[in-house]
């Protein structure tokens, strides 16, 4: 395939997501500046073949042609973040710190929380360790991953862990797991007793109602799924208990519990009559496992 003269020289180019920098080839100061005029004379109104130059021109220190072609790439609309990421490596490429992480707040003013675009970044992310940048960083963080950040959903974190369990009596009845995933949105359970038998539950803090829910399935077709909040008492969760195999639904509530000696106790309770009497239906004490 033939490429016109301006690009010849700039290939391989890799975008990443639409927004990572382009990979160019080093090529020589005069290359560089007759690839401009090139593409100038032809009347090119291509973003991607200005920002291409741009990056070009960066990649060989000819800083004031790639701010002229960043320019005129955003002339022709090349999207604003772009725009704005690629100014940023300009500064960086001058020894510009200030100005650098200054566009790249104005990038993030737009809404942009890709914050992994920036640390993955090998030319913006040099100003790792500069406090403005990494002031940015954290705050784009707590945008890019809220539940990360906000109050609430480490309620549960007490629950956390690998477990051994047992009964009151010190039998050991099943191990469980309990692991944080999707950067704090929810927490996982993965239950087996002793016999083999396994369940899981999926738990998080549902931010419309600030509740935190429990959804649970088991292989023998149970069924749980309650909503409550952090007490002075612990995690106390309330709803239903689905039987799938004989159809039946009943109340359920539960209550999770901190121990001072660092074990956990959980207490399950079902009621046969519409809430007005309780009955238990699991007690167990969680022991971290060894």
């Known amino acids: 395939m033939q490429y016109p003269n301006y690009l010849r020289l700039l290939i391989p180019v890799v975008f990443t997501m639409g927004l990572s920098f382009p990979v160019i080839a080093e090529s020589p100061v005069e290359d560089i500046a007759s690839q401009y005029a090139a593409l100038e004379q032809s009347g090119s109104e291509s973003p991607q073949d200005w920002l291409a130059v741009a990056t070009a021109a960066r990649n060989a220190s000819e800083l004031e042609l790639a701010t002229k072609a960043l320019d005129t790439a955003a002339r022709y609309e090349l999207p604003p973040v772009r725009v704005g990421l690629e100014r940023a490596r300009i500064y960086v490429a001058g020894g510009h710190s200030a100005k650098?992480?200054?566009?790249?707040?104005?990038?993030?003013?737009?809404?942009?929380?890709?914050?992994?675009?920036?640390?993955?970044?090998?030319?913006?992310?040099?100003?790792?360790?500069?406090?403005?940048?990494?002031?940015?960083?954290?705050?784009?963080?707590?945008?890019?991953?809220?539940?990360?950040?906000?109050?609430?959903?480490?309620?549960?974190?007490?629950?956390?862990?690998?477990?051994?369990?047992?009964?009151?009596?010190?039998?050991?009845?099943?191990?469980?797991?309990?692991?944080?995933?999707?950067?704090?949105?929810?927490?996982?359970?993965?239950?087996?007793?002793?016999?083999?038998?396994?369940?899981?539950?999926?738990?998080?803090?549902?931010?419309?109602?600030?509740?935190?829910?429990?959804?649970?399935?088991?292989?023998?077709?149970?069924?749980?799924?309650?909503?409550?909040?952090?007490?002075?008492?612990?995690?106390?969760?309330?709803?239903?208990?689905?039987?799938?195999?004989?159809g039946t639904t009943v109340p359920f509530r539960a209550l999770w519990t901190p121990l001072p000696d660092g074990r956990v106790r959980?207490?399950?309770?079902?009621?046969?009559?519409?809430?007005?009497?309780?009955?238990?239906?699991?007690?167990?004490?969680?022991?971290?496992a060894k």
Not at 267 to 286: H, M, R
Request: aromatic share 12%.
């Open 100 to 246: 650098a992480v200054a566009a790249l707040q104005e990038v993030a003013d737009l809404g942009f929380t890709s914050v992994g675009v920036l640390t993955s970044d090998p030319v913006i992310n040099s100003l790792a360790g500069q406090s403005g940048y990494d002031s940015l960083v954290a705050e784009m963080s707590m945008q890019a991953y809220p539940c990360a950040h906000m109050d609430g959903f480490g309620d549960f974190d007490f629950w956390l862990g690998s477990w051994d369990v047992h009964v009151a009596n010190g039998t050991l009845v099943g191990t469980n797991t309990i692991e944080r995933e999707e950067r704090g949105c929810v927490l996982i359970e993965r239950w087996e007793n002793s016999s083999g038998g396994t369940g899981m539950s999926v738990n998080y803090l549902d931010k419309a109602t600030d509740e935190w829910v429990q959804i649970w399935n088991a292989e023998g077709g149970s069924q749980i799924n309650i909503r409550g909040g952090l007490t002075a008492d612990g995690m106390r969760m309330e709803g239903q208990l689905h039987t799938i195999g004989n």
């Open 266 to 288: 959980q207490f399950f309770e079902q009621s046969n009559d519409d809430g007005k009497t309780w009955v238990p239906w699991f007690e167990g004490f969680y022991s971290r």
